[in-house]
């Protein structure tokens, strides 16, 4: 077995700490990365303090890794010792349901392994996520990196990336289509980046003044104050598609009435509070309302690569492991540009 080090909790309660742990030894198929960096995601503060009910302890959490190859299995042959990989939110899947078979991992319909919190029926513990120093899996739950881009850069786009993609293709982002963008933070500002790389014409909507200027930055070409009754209704019936990013309750029918005619409002933020909104709102055009959960593998390896072609990463500030609980209170309040990551380096200085 494979000795390892991170940062868990042990309840809802307990900030995360150090924390011995043991990986399963490389197998034929398998590859074990040296983490670099992991990016911190809000689903890491959901998942620590089981505020989505579901956590098992301990948790060390993570699911934005990127780092070296150290080591292959006999069978591998998409990476050797040295190359660079990247591990997202699955680490496995039945591989036999259609959803596998179509690429779509994450909606596995035997249930798909998760980067951390799901059971390890090998290890018989949860899985233990990238706040850590080292990870073993198969290779085809590992995801080459071009290696052009910035590397602690990299690896917010195998959450807060993908899970912006994977709408964005589903629904045909594109030139002459025009994608609506609410909030403006991890995930938002992937979104406008990747909509702009593929041609859409981008807004964003914000409740902050402050945000304008950046979201231009970003990709949009134009920024929507949506608490102003006025400039929501200069928006009404134009939009083609609409990717809300917020992971806390809000309203949400005055953005249905941005939407074209068969429109789609897709939720990838993931608030623990039912949303309300009147069916009217849909019928009455013909909207769709809709959620996507992260993306597959394929269309994962899709997105790295033309973030590689189009120099696309994440904006990040970097942090000390030890300074994890400061960054999930900051990440509460918005304030962080737009996704920090973890320098694992520094685990050793915090054990």
Known sequence: MLECRGYAAQSANDSLKPFSFKRRDVGPKDVRIAIAYCGVCHSDLHMARNEWR???????????????????????????????????????????CQSCQEGLEQYCETGSTMTYGSDDPEMGTPTFGGYSDAIVVTEKFALNIPKNLDLAAVAPLLCAGITTWSPLRHWKAGPGTRVGVIGLGGLGH?????????????????????KVEDAKRLGAHHVVMSKDKGEMAQCAGKLDLIIDTVAVKHPVAPYLETLKREGVFVFVGLPEDPLGFMPMDLASKRRSMSGSFIGGIPETQEMLDFCGKHGITSDIEMIAIKDIENAYERMQKSDVKYRFVIDLKTLEEAA
């Open 190 to 210: 992937m979104a406008l980046k990747l909509g702009r790389a593929l041609g859409a014409e981008m807004t964003l909507f914000t409740t902050s003044q402050g």
């Open 54 to 96: 579901s956590t098992i302890y301990p948790c060390v959490p993570g699911h934005e890794i990127v780092g070296e190859v150290v080591e292959v299995g006999s069978a591998v042959t998409r990476f050797k010792k040295g190359d660079l990989a990247g591990v997202g939110c699955l680490v496995d899947s039945c591989g036999h």
